[in-house]
């Protein structure tokens, strides 16, 4: 039998600035992904990656990238048709939200 544990945190401003920008992300790479047309993670690398570390070079490299995977996903999962819809403060791996 598996249990859920909710604990509170407390609140953490560089956390939420983290989950904020990554959003940011995710929403300029869902927009370049649809006036490009394509869900190619590779495409979606070679389109965004250069622009994105001079716009944030405070943002960890591993993260950017895991953040276009999950925009590359989305994407995919709508095939392109179906606007995409996060939440503001969603977590990291949560923005999938469609």
């Known amino acids: 039998m598996q249990r859920t544990v909710r604990i509170r945190l407390q609140t953490n401003n560089h956390l939420i600035e983290t989950i904020t920008l ?12 649809y006036s490009n047309k394509t869900y190619n993670k590779a495409v979606l690398h070679k389109l965004t990656y ?5 716009k944030y070079p405070q943002f ?31 977590s990291l791996d949560g923005y999938t939200n469609f």
Do not use: M, Y
Request: hydrophobic share 40%; aromatic share 4%.
């Open 60 to 90: 960890p490299s591993a993260l950017l990238q895991t953040v276009r995977d999950v925009a590359s996903e989305a994407l995919k999962a709508t095939k392109l048709k179906k606007e995409i819809k996060e939440k503001n403060r969603s």
């Open 50 to 54: 250069k622009k994105l570390r001079k």
């Open 22 to 33: 990554a959003n940011e992300i995710f929403r300029w790479i869902l927009k370049v992904g």
